[in-house]
C-alpha cells in the first residue's frame, strides 16, 4: 500500500504571499488616490458706459426755436414768442476707450428765466450689468447721488447762475447692449451779464449692478 504524504506550506510561505497581496492592494489605492487637475482661463467683465450721439432731444436747439421760460423752482414752465437764446449740446471724453462720457451744455444770449429740458441716453458699452450712481457737474465739482435741485456758479463770480433739477435714474440696472434715458431741466437765475454764453459739464459714473446701493 502506497501513503500518500501530506504537503506542508511552511510559515515563511504563507507571510510572503500575504506581503504580496498587500502589496497589490497597497499599489492599486495608490492609483485610485491620485490627484486630478483643471486648468482653465478666467477673464473679468467690462465696465462701460456711453452717450449715446444723437439721440439726445431739448426743448430749445439752435435755429427757428421760440425761447422758454419758467419761474424759480421751475414753476409756470411755458414758451415766449420770441427766439434770442438756445443751447448747444456736445460730448467729451475722458477715459480709455474712447467712449463719450461726458455731456457738454453751451447756453448762448441766454437771460434770467430762460429754461431748458435736456434729454439724452446712456448705453451699457460693455459686458456686466451696471446703475448710474453718481454725477459730477463742473465747474464747481458739485456731486450728486439722488435726484435733487443743484445751482451752479458758471462764471466764478461766488453766485449762482443757474439752478438744475436732475431727474430719477439712480439705480436703474442696464444691461449689456441696453440704454435708458436721463434727462434733466436748466433755469437760468439772476443776475447774469446780457447776452451771456453759460457752459457747464456733466460726467455721470456707474458701477457693477452687485455694489450698489453703495457701502455707508
Same mark, same amino acid.
Given at each position: ?110 437771460? @434770467?428765466?430762460?429754461?431748458?429740458? /435736456?434729454? *439724452? ?6 459686458? #456686466? !450689468? ?45 444691461? @449689456?447692449?441696453?440704454?435708458?434715458? /436721463?434727462? *434733466? ?6 443776475? #447774469? !451779464? ?23
Amino acid at each position: 500500500m502506497t501513503l500518500l504524504k501530506k504537503s506542508k506550506t511552511s510559515m515563511p510561505a504563507i507571510v510572503a504571499v500575504a506581503l504580496m497581496a498587500l502589496t497589490i492592494v497597497g499599489f492599486s489605492y495608490a492609483h485610485w488616490s491620485d490627484t486630478l487637475s483643471l486648468e482653465g482661463t478666467v477673464t473679468t467683465g467690462k465696465l462701460c458706459a456711453e452717450f449715446e450721439k444723437g439721440m439726445e432731444s431739448q426743448k430749445d436747439p439752435f435755429g427757428p426755436f421760440n425761447d422758454w421760460t419758467c419761474d424759480e423752482g421751475f414753476g409756470n414752465i411755458h414758451q415766449l414768442t420770441k427766439n434770442i437764446g438756445y443751447t448747444n449740446i456736445t460730448y467729451e471724453t475722458e477715459n480709455h476707450d474712447n467712449c463719450p462720457n461726458i455731456f457738454k451744455v453751451d447756453m448762448v444770449n441766454v437771460y @434770467p428765466s430762460y429754461y431748458e429740458h /435736456i434729454g *439724452f441716453w446712456v448705453k451699457n458699452c460693455g459686458t #456686466i !450689468p451696471w446703475v448710474l450712481t453718481k454725477v459730477t457737474f463742473n465747474p464747481g465739482s458739485v456731486v450728486i447721488t439722488t435726484p435733487e435741485y443743484v445751482t451752479l456758479d458758471l462764471n466764478g463770480d461766488g453766485k449762482a447762475d443757474i439752478e438744475i433739477k436732475w431727474g430719477d435714474n439712480f439705480g436703474i440696472q442696464t444691461d @449689456p447692449g441696453k440704454d435708458f434715458e /436721463i434727462s *434733466f431741466q436748466i433755469h437760468v437765475l439772476e443776475p #447774469i !451779464p446780457q447776452d451771456s454764453v453759460l457752459s457747464f459739464t456733466a460726467a455721470i459714473e456707474v458701477i457693477n449692478w452687485n455694489e450698489y446701493p453703495l457701502p455707508p
